[in-house]
């Protein structure tokens, strides 16, 4: 027998649980559901009672409904309980626990459910955080099934980033909630119904192919180009692209004919012959997600004829020049992801008319797959541009060498040998891109922009306090996320560098954040005196700006106590009173996580009243309540 219809049935019953039982009357699934039953009522005396059950159940208005309701749903859970089974077939077979899996249900409370709720159906503010925050510290509450139509209505918020928010939600569910995402679908809709067609294909790839057919041939333009890509997962629809290589005109042709690079069938070879020769370095991108062996040979033939065709061109102009830069950063864009034949030639070949494009290509080459043929060509190009491949050159010796090497044969890039003037001078230069109007001097330019180059390549390593390793983190240029690789280590000794500043260079800090972040990133407690170095560093960088709760959430886990100056800052009261204010209203909302003792801000606060006896300011003000309370015995936790 099959119990579809009562695990259905019993589905909907949850449902007006969570919406109300009063709406029961009006919500066609539920009679639907009750409606499937009509057939087992005679089947059984227990089908019959739950099949009137569920009848009056859609019909009354008594008071006594949830009475109504709730023997219901104990029937059912009854029937289904005594009709299950733990085994297939003749014997009865091992039960496999899924506790330990990824998908072991939950049981949650509907007060857990009701914030999210809220904030997928509502208008009120605060909803970005409490989803953004679930996603955070609760992801496995998305799983409840109580919670995905509220998702799907998610959608339509006029908020993108909650939109944003509940289609990456939904594109980690399971098939189950395609359904849920075609009820109510409509191919002529705006960005709700294009947000659910996405992932819809997302989910289900070739398995929903007749849907996308649906929507190609009933859609709106936006839809029907969604539709066309999703064609892409069935080599069975070599056909349907092909006629509609003849009907679909501008954009819409565009995503027919990349759809159609998809496809291994020597016809779409042919089409796309003649598509590419129409527009060859505009139609190239759409060659850009295929795997197929012939689109590939296509793109490397073309290659290859076109680096012929510019070795015998003399580009006279700075407009030609630009104008093949641009062509060879598309050829890029399309050719270094796939298994071009003898690529690395052709990079040799191109990289004089777009060092950027062939550099940024090689160091993903490099932190993807090092081996002897991009080493060798490296080393080939590094002789032939003399000071030209620095990142690469220091990235391969990061990943190859021993630590100790690297230092050696890359630290004099870092000034390392001359004056400690010159570091900082050198480190200095992080906050100013425009060395040619700093200084004429070609030397001292490439030493500016060599230390760039060395620091932008150190800035992506970190240190992993758990495992005791250092990561480089790299962009993957395919799929946009991080690529991780594991260094053999990292010479203390460039600790050395970055602590070669002083007083002086801290203020520029104060603008250059993701520096900040980069050099806490390489925080090592376990070398000597890292501790004391990166909590004076850290220090002096909050004196000079606004601190904030992450500066002393840092400066708590390095043990930092010594807080001297700290409500002033390097803030001249008399000069910039303003800033002061500002800087005394951040510190109020993390005063009480401060380890500063009470005798010391005490004497700062009495030194601040004390400079501004005339001036009638807020953040005056809070110190001196901020005093009143010390004296009168109160911790500063207790401000």
Request: charged share 35%; aromatic share 12%; with cysteine.
């Amino acid at each position: 027998m099959n119990f579809e219809p009562l695990y259905e049935l019993k589905n909907r019953l949850e449902n007006i649980a969570v919406v109300g039982i009063n709406l029961a009357k009006d919500d066609f699934r539920l009679k639907r559901a009750v409606e499937q039953l009509k057939e087992y009522s005679t089947a059984a005396k227990v089908f019959k009672q739950i099949y009137d059950m569920g009848n009056k159940l859609i019909s009354t208005d008594d008071e006594d409904k949830c009475d109504l309701f709730l023997d219901l749903l104990a029937l059912l859970d009854a029937v289904l309980c005594t009709q299950a089974t733990t085994y297939s077939g003749e014997k009865p077979q091992e039960i496999k626990s899924i506790a330990k899996t990824k998908d072991f249900y939950k049981e949650l409370h509907y007060s857990e459910l009701s914030p999210l709720i809220y904030a997928f159906t509502e208008n009120g503010g605060g909803r970005l955080f409490i989803i953004q925050n679930a996603v955070d510290n609760n992801s496995e509450i998305f799983n409840d099934f109580r919670l995905k139509s509220y998702m799907i209505n998610g959608l339509s918020d006029k908020y993108s980033e909650i939109v944003n928010l509940a289609t990456k939600q939904l594109k980690k569910q399971r098939k189950e909630i395609i359904p849920l995402l075609k009820d109510g679908f409509s191919p002529r809709g705006g960005k709700e119904m294009l947000a659910r067609l996405d992932i819809i294909s997302h989910i289900a790839k070739e398995d929903e192919n007749d849907f996308y057919k649906y929507c190609i041939e009933n859609g709106n333009k936006d839809i029907k180009e969604m539709a066309i890509d999703a064609l892409k997962y069935s080599q069975d629809n070599t056909d349907y692209i092909l006629d509609l290589t003849k009907i679909e005109k501008g954009k819409l042709k565009n995503k027919v004919f990349e759809v159609l690079s998809y496809m291994n069938d020597s016809r779409a070879e042919k089409e796309w012959d003649k598509f590419f020769k129409k527009k060859p370095l505009e139609n190239i991108e759409y060659l850009r997600g295929t795997d197929q062996k012939w689109a590939t040979d296509y793109l490397n033939d073309f290659i290859g004829v076109y680096i012929e065709e510019l070795k015998n061109r003399s580009l006279k102009t700075a407009e030609e020049r630009r104008v093949v830069e641009s062509e060879v950063a598309k050829i890029c864009s399309v050719s270094f992801n796939k298994e071009i034949n003898k690529n690395l030639d052709y990079y040799r070949e191109l990289y004089p008319y777009n060092k950027y494009e062939i550099k940024k290509i090689l160091s993903f080459y490099i932190v993807t797959d090092l081996n002897k043929e991009i080493t060798d060509l490296i080393k080939e190009l590094a002789r032939k541009y003399e000071g030209e491949f620095l990142e690469q050159e220091f990235l391969i010796s990061l990943i190859k060498d021993k630590p100790e090497t690297t230092y050696k044969n890359f630290s004099k890039y870092a000034g390392v040998g001359g004056l400690e003037e010159e570091i900082k001078k050198l480190f200095n230069s992080l906050f100013n891109d425009n060395d040619k109007r700093v200084s004429k001097n070609k030397e001292e330019v490439k030493a500016r922009e060599d230390f760039r180059t060395l620091f932008n390549v150190i800035f992506h390593i970190y240190y992993n306090e758990e495992s005791k390793e250092y990561i480089l983190q790299w962009s993957n240029m395919i799929t946009y996320n991080s690529i991780q690789i594991r260094l053999s280590g990292f010479d203390k000794r460039w600790y050395d560098v970055i602590f070669e500043l002083d007083d002086d260079y801290y203020e520029k800090w104060n603008y250059y954040s993701s520096y900040n972040t980069s050099i806490k990133r390489l925080y090592n407690p376990d070398i000597k005196g890292m501790k004391e170095k990166y909590g004076a560093f850290y220090y002096n960088i909050v004196l000079s700006r606004i601190p904030y709760s992450e500066d002393i959430e840092f400066l708590n886990k390095l043990g930092w106590k010594d807080y001297i100056d700290f409500l002033k800052g390097n803030i001249d009261i008399e000069k910039n009173p303003s800033a002061l204010a500002s800087r005394i209203r951040y510190i109020n909302y993390i005063l009480k996580d401060i380890p500063i003792s009470e005798t010391e801000l005490k004497k700062q606060l009495e030194e601040i009243i004390e400079m501004d006896k005339k001036a009638k300011r807020v953040s005056i003000n809070l110190c001196k309540d901020w005093l009143e309370k010390l004296n009168n015995g109160a911790k500063v936790k207790e401000l």
